[in-house]
């Protein structure tokens, strides 16, 4: 029995109320489908036409001579190996950077407490205020001269991974997550004489996987799907460091319709899969953001 | 992080032991520097990607370089600069007409497609499914794909048209630049398209938290459909009404990928698709020769002092309703 909603299971099942909901139930995945399929189809079944099916007026529905060909061209020309793996590279790479760092940061400012902690958690948080594209230009410039100790870092994968650990929503929920951890667990361990990394590691993590989780998926996401950041910071290095989202837009210029069609289908590829497997996980990790509290 | 605290930790025990307070002093010196060393790593990332660039952005928005390298006191030469190129204007009454088509669509229309989504009894997995998968996509992706439908050659946006005998379209480069233009409004369908699942499951969530009494009092009170959405429905969502107004308004004023990869990095005819950041990123690195990072970090700090100061208004404008929820 599910809960009540704005109208009653008693009305749609009675009568005109069953019509109407069988009809639009039906509107609903007829609309639905062909709304968010729709393109899908034509994103996966383009790339098997040839160049001159896939542009000739009227469109075929489907491809009446398949050419897988456009496939294997694309993933040839446009190099897709090279940027698949730059990409799960630095995805990968900036999750680990994220994981360390930011759990480290909210496992101490949560638990640990030390002096100015909440003047650093408030500066943390004030940066949620100003959105990243905004300072792409001192950022990028920063990157490219470290100050103090003067490293270029555009081009290498740093550039993708420390800038991703200055992320204030991670700490937040994390902080916040350590935060309903009893303290009486970590004083028992304490006086066990564990030090703070082995209580991190043994105490902290294990009870802390749901909100890792949820870390880590939104975090690979963000990075996957960036586009500004890794087309200043990697960009021109075609295909050796560019990401698969960058690499195939760049690749537009010159390279025939249904080989983009392909190479945007492959590109796509991995995401679907990843959210086909993780939905619940990602689903839910939307809400665990504290709108609802 | 824990090396840094471990190596720090002998020398400040002489120090505690000095102000003969060991048995006090020693273990909160030693517990705060290990609570530091396990957060400089992060300290060190937001200043050198966040707090700084923020300092600096503005800090070099006042600056010109200078021949031979470095850079020089410029006073607001360069906020005038741009004040006075056209451009300027264009990008912020696009990237409005942009924030405000968006909003239209992007925001009412998940609403409803949650209210919708509620109500089923069946198949609600597979269509949470569906609305969510777009957001997935890598952009570049998803926005290939619309600017292959939106082609006007073979495209089959037009295609459908001419199928249906109405007049075909140039989509996303059709000029003109009237507030709500052809173009603006083909970017913000790709976009609404790429986005709105996010938004949709997060009303979704809010719905299904709404106690099931609170509708069945106010249909025994004789409510009827619209009654229950507009007194029930909505007060009991309100919070995440509001946060979401905020977070879409802020995300769309940032408006870049959707516009420059629909139109091969340009900004549409006669730039009217262009955008705040678009321009940014022009000012910066694509114009050529003249690449300015000065002019595009004054830019840069007008739309970070617009977006924060909407922010905090906005905020401010919702605290009591916000407290109360």
């Given amino acids: 029995m599910t809960t009540r909603t704005l109208i009653s299971s008693a009305t749609l099942n009675r009568g005109r109320g069953k019509v109407v909901y069988r009809v639009v139930l039906t509107l609903a995945i007829v609309g639905f489908t062909l709304v968010f399929i729709g393109p899908m189809y034509f994103l996966f079944t383009d790339g098997l036409k040839s160049t001159h099916e896939a542009i000739a007026t009227p469109p075929t529905l489907y491809p009446h001579h398949v050419y897988p060909g456009s496939y294997a061209q694309a993933f040839d020309r446009l190099d897709i190996a090279r940027l698949l793996w730059n990409s799960v590279y630095y995805a990968f790479g900036a999750l680990a950077f994220q994981l360390t760092f930011d759990v480290a940061a909210a496992y101490s400012l949560s638990k640990l407490r030390p002096v100015f902690g909440n003047v650093i958690f408030f500066l943390m948080l004030a940066t949620l205020m100003i959105p990243t594209t905004v300072l792409v230009v001192p950022q990028y410039v920063t990157v490219a001269s470290l100050p103090i100790v003067h490293l270029n870092l555009i081009g290498t994968p740093e550039a993708i991974w420390l800038p991703s650990v200055a992320n204030a929503f991670n700490i937040f929920l994390l902080k916040r997550f350590f935060d309903s951890i009893p303290a009486d667990y970590l004083d028992a361990a304490q006086i066990d004489g564990a030090s703070p990394l082995r209580i991190l590691r043994s105490i902290v993590l294990p009870i802390s996987r749901p909100i890792i989780g949820v870390v880590s998926i939104f975090g690979l996401v963000a990075v996957w799907k960036d586009f500004l950041w890794p087309l200043l910071v990697e960009y021109g290095y075609t295909p050796t460091r560019e990401t698969l989202n960058v690499g195939i837009w760049q690749a537009t210029y010159g390279t025939p319709q249904n080989l983009i069609i392909a190479a945007s289908a492959m590109a796509a590829v991995p995401t679907i899969v990843f959210f086909l497997f993780f939905q619940r996980n990602i689903m839910g990790g939307l809400t665990a953001g504290g709108l609802r509290g | ?325």
């Avoid at chain 2, 089959?156 to 996303?172: A, C, E, G, K, M």
């Fill in chain 2, 1 to 325: 992080m824990a090396g840094v605290a471990t190596l720090r930790e002998p020398k400040a025990e002489p120090r505690a032991a000095q102000a003969g307070t060991a048995g006090r002093l020693g273990p909160k010196v030693r517990r705060n520097l290990s609570a530091h060393g396990f957060l400089i790593g992060a300290v060190l990332c937001f200043t050198f990607f966040s707090w700084y660039p923020i300092v600096r952005e503005v800090i070099m928005s006042f600056q010109k370089a200078v021949v031979g390298g470095g850079y020089a006191w410029a006073g607001w030469t360069n906020y005038v600069r741009i004040f006075r190129d056209p451009t300027f204007w264009l990008a912020w009454r696009n990237t409005l007409e942009f924030t405000v088509l968006a909003l239209v669509v992007g925001y009412a229309v998940p609403f409803f497609v949650a209210l919708l989504l509620n109500e089923l009894r069946h198949a609600r997995g597979y269509l949470r499914i569906l609305v969510y998968l777009p957001v997935m996509l890598p952009p570049a992706s998803a926005l290939l794909l619309f600017a292959y439908f939106y082609n006007p050659q073979y495209g089959l946006f037009d295609d459908i048209l001419r199928l249906v005998h109405l007049p075909t379209s140039q989509w996303v480069f059709q000029p003109g630049s009237g507030f709500i233009s052809v173009a603006m409004v083909s970017v913000v369908i790709a976009s609404t398209w790429m986005n709105m699942g996010a938004a949709t499951l997060i009303y979704l969530a809010a719905l299904q938290n709404i106690p099931g009494e609170l509708y069945e009092a106010a249909e025994l009170d004789g409510a009827g459909l619209w009654r229950r959405i507009r007194h029930v429905t909505i007060p009991q969502t309100r919070l995440i009404l509001l946060m979401l107004l905020m977070l879409q308004i802020v995300a769309t004023m940032q408006m870049f990928v959707e516009s420059f990869v629909l139109t091969n990095g340009g900004g549409g005819v006669g730039d009217n698709t262009l955008s705040v950041v678009m321009l940014i990123y022009q000012y910066a690195f694509a114009l050529s020769g003249a690449s300015n990072y000065n002019s595009a970090s004054a830019l840069g700090v007008m739309l970070m002092l617009v977006l924060a100061v909407f922010s905090f208004g906005f905020l401010w404008a919702t605290r009591e309703r916000a407290s109360q929820a």
